[in-house]
Structure formats: structure tokens, C-alpha cells
């Protein structure tokens, strides 16, 4: 399948890899809109978090775990979890991913 996602698990595209496991992957935005700015992906694909979650409900929370870990291990005390499923939401990439943001201060409502 041609996903970008995909070819990061993989290893055909690099990226800076912040943690991997059996189960997901965790990289550098390649666009940093925080300090900390890291996407939490599955490595089998779904096209986004909602079919994810509906397929495979222990995954979807690994998925969260894997996030405030990370966010742990970085010393963050205050961070932000993003989820855009669909493309008027802001989805841009359909491999399911988390956005885990970090290191700043963060509006309220997000636009
Ligand atoms: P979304 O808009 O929620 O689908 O998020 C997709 C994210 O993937 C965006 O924040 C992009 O900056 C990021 N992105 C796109 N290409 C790459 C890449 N090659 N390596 C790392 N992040 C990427
Ligand atoms: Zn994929």
C-alpha cells in the first residue's frame, strides 16, 4: 500500500524515531507546531483513530498509554493529545495517529 505512515514502520522513509514497539511506532513531527510535537502511530494500518478504536479497542488504549509514557519520560507536565479523523478535522495523513503536544501553552477552544 502506498502510505507514507507505512514506509516510516517500515523503515523506506526516515524519521526520527522516538520509540518504537511491537505495536506502534513514535517519531518526530516533520512540521513541529510545539516544542514537543511527536506522532503515536500503529504499525498495521488503519485509516484513521475512529476505525482503529472501532477494530481493536486494546490497541486505541495502548496507543494513549504509549503517549503519556512518552510524555512522562520527556519530563512533560502539561501536554496535549490530538486526534484529527477526517479531513475537515484537519487529517491530512490516513494512517491513524495521535498527535502528542507539548512544551507551550495551548488556546482554548483549538481552531
Ligand atoms: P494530520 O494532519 O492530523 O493527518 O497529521 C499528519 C501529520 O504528519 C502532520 O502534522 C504532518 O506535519 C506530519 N507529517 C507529514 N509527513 C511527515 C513525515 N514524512 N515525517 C513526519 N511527520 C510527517
Ligand atoms: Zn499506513
Known amino acids: ?3 507514507l505512515f507505512c514506509k516510516i514502520v517500515n523503515g523506506s522513509i526516515p524519521a526520527t524515531i522516538v520509540k518504537q514497539t511491537e505495536k506502534i511506532t513514535a517519531f518526530n513531527d516533520i512540521s513541529p507546531q510545539a516544542p514537543t510535537h511527536i506522532l503515536i502511530i500503529p504499525n498495521i494500518h488503519f485509516e484513521n483513530m475512529g476505525k482503529l478504536s472501532e477494530a481493536d479497542e486494546k490497541l486505541s488504549g495502548e496507543m494513549l498509554r504509549e503517549a503519556s509514557a ?7 507536565d502539561s501536554w496535549r493529545i490530538n486526534i484529527n479523523t477526517g479531513a475537515s478535522a484537519g487529517q491530512s495523513v490516513f494512517h491513524a495517529h495521535i498527535h502528542l503536544l507539548g512544551g507551550r501553552t495551548f488556546a482554548w477552544p483549538p481552531g
Open 70 to 76: 512518552i510524555a512522562k519520560d520527556l519530563g512533560l
Open 1 to 3: 500500500m502506498d502510505c
